[in-house]
T-cell receptor, first 114, second 109 residues
Framework: KAGVTQTPRYLIKTRGQQVTLSCSPISGHRSVSWYQQTPGQGLQFLFEYFSETQRNKGNFPGRFSGRQFSNSRSEMNVSTLELGDSALYLC?????????????FGNGTRLTVT | EDQVTQSPEALRLQEGESSSLNCSYTVSGLRGLFWYRQDPGKGPEFLFTLYSAGEEKEKERLKATLTKKESFLHITAPKPEDSATYLCAVPADNNDMRFGAGTRLTVKP
């Protein structure tokens, strides 16, 4: 079974630009979550999508947004990039419904904002 | 507020030297405690889920245990390939996963 796939692996952007990251979950998984990982803050929850609906949202500004398609693939978008947005962005999928279940992570997209 | 605290931040062991990593949590109504391993440049890899106090799970040289306030990840006779950052996490009220800061384990040959 193929794992979670994230593209691209690396991105370099300039302040003020916007960026779109892509995630393909494990086949059959309907829940997709996004996390930001930085050395100072660790892993922080951005949002979760289930069946094309945003089910939960973390404490991030509105510049961070996402969506999920009917095939469960997901994208996240960051607009008006700031230097502090430099991080590893991780996507995770899980196969269950509302009960907590293990997350299966991709290898992330490393975003550098200059 | 739901919190997860891991200790130590970093741990250096000689190959074969057993030790334990700690994860303490405060959450209203535990719905599972999850352990992950993360290698540099990669996403976290799921290891174990523990659901109730007294539960234990084992995988190769790793054994995870759970009490009402904390979990331990015991590493028996570690090898250099066990070097990684180990993360624990609990589901928060809105179902997002709340992660600890991790323990960075280095095993020297």
């Amino acid at each position: 079974k193929a794992g979670v796939t994230q593209t691209p692996r690396y991105l370099i952007k300039t302040r003020g630009q916007q960026v779109t990251l892509s995630c393909s979950p494990i086949s059959g998984h309907r829940s997709v979550s996004w996390y930001q990982q930085t050395p100072g803050q660790g892993l922080q929850f951005l949002f979760e999508y289930f069946s094309e609906t945003q089910r939960n949202k973390g404490n991030f500004p509105g510049r961070f947004s996402g969506r999920q398609f009917s095939n469960s693939r997901s994208e996240m978008n960051v607009s008006t990039l700031e230097l502090g947005d430099s991080a590893l962005y991780l996507c995770a999928s899980s196969g269950s419904g509302r009960e907590a279940s293990p997350l299966h992570f991709g290898n992330g997209t490393r975003l550098t904002v200059t | 507020e739901d919190q997860v605290t891991q200790s130590p931040e970093a741990l250096r062991l000689q190959e074969g030297e057993s030790s334990s990593l700690n994860c303490s949590y405060t959450v209203s109504g535990l719905r599972g405690l999850f352990w992950y391993r993360q290698d540099p440049g990669k996403g976290p890899e799921f290891l174990f889920t523990l659901y109730s106090a007294g539960e234990e799970k084992e995988k190769e040289r790793l054994k995870a245990t759970l009490t009402k306030k904390e979990s331990f990840l015991h590493i028996t006779a570690p090898k250099p390939e066990d070097s990684a950052t180990y993360l624990c996490a609990v589901p928060a009220d809105n179902n997002d996963m709340r992660f600890g800061a991790g323990t960075r384990l280095t095993v020297k040959p």
